[in-house]
């Protein structure tokens, strides 16, 4: 994977934080009437705390989304290849990593010890590729590839204390890493 350039986000971010023309109108509808959740409990008001488009690009569909580092971070993973990290807070961007295939979904290792001399947060990407990449999303790099699938990949998940990592792949297969 490529790093995108600390201070030069446009070809990942592409507009990413113009608003859509309406969502001033929007916030403020949203302030006034609280979107409303049927429970079992009955109905509970929920709030949009942020919203933004992440990119302008035809094929940026977010074919996954998590929220990581105890819900500071809003992880994407995009079909224009790329997989962007944003701070919760106004959806800033924190990070983005340039693949060269369709990211379908990326996960992030929740223990946060040291894998493949990495010694941060390490995420599991698989997409439109046989290959599961593991990567240091503060840096970048490739931290190791996981082969044995022999199709694409559409699902990763890694167990709570982050020794094993489970992806699923259009080969009918699921496969149970111990990394």
Same mark, same amino acid.
């Given at each position: !994977?490529?790093?995108? =350039?600390?201070?030069?986000?446009? =070809?990942?971010?592409?507009?990413?934080?113009?608003?859509?023309?309406?969502?001033?109108? /929007?916030?403020?509808?949203?302030?006034? $009437?609280? $979107?409303?959740?049927?429970?079992?409990?009955?109905?509970?008001?929920?709030?949009? *705390?942020?919203?933004?488009?992440? &990119?302008?690009?035809?094929? @940026?569909? +977010?074919?996954?989304?998590?929220?990581?580092?105890? @819900?500071?971070?809003?992880?994407?993973?995009?079909?224009?290849?790329?997989?962007? /990290?944003?701070?919760?807070?106004?959806?800033?961007?924190?990070?983005?990593?340039?693949?060269?295939?369709?990211?379908?979904?990326? &996960? /992030?290792? !929740?223990?946060?010890?040291?894998?493949?001399?990495?010694? @941060?947060?390490?995420?599991?990407?698989?997409?439109?590729? !046989?290959? +599961?990449?593991?990567? $240091?999303?503060?840096?970048?790099?490739?931290?190791?590839? *996981?082969?044995?699938?022999?199709?694409?990949?559409?699902?990763?998940?890694?167990?709570?204390? @982050?020794?094993? /990592?489970? &992806?699923?792949?259009?080969?009918? &297969? +699921?496969?149970?890493?111990?990394?």
């Amino acid at each position: !994977p490529q790093q995108q =350039e600390q201070h030069n986000p446009q =070809e990942c971010m592409q507009d990413a934080h113009h608003h859509h023309p309406q969502q001033q109108q /929007l916030r403020q509808q949203r302030r006034e $009437d609280q $979107d409303v959740l049927m429970g079992a409990a009955g109905a509970a008001a929920c709030e949009v *705390l942020h919203s933004c488009r992440v &990119t302008q690009s035809e094929n @940026g569909i +977010t074919n996954g989304i998590e929220i990581c580092d105890s @819900g500071s971070c809003v992880m994407a993973s995009n079909n224009d290849a790329w997989l962007r /990290l944003f701070d919760v807070e106004g959806m800033r961007p924190r990070q983005c990593i340039k693949f060269p295939f369709a990211v379908n979904y990326a &996960t /992030l290792r !929740p223990d946060g010890a040291p894998l493949g001399g990495c010694a @941060g947060a390490v995420a599991a990407v698989v997409g439109d590729d !046989p290959l +599961t990449w593991l990567v $240091d999303c503060r840096s970048g790099a490739e931290v190791m590839k *996981l082969e044995g699938h022999r199709d694409y990949s559409f699902a990763a998940e890694w167990h709570p204390a @982050g020794h094993l /990592l489970a &992806t699923g792949n259009q080969d009918s &297969t +699921t496969r149970v890493w111990d990394v």
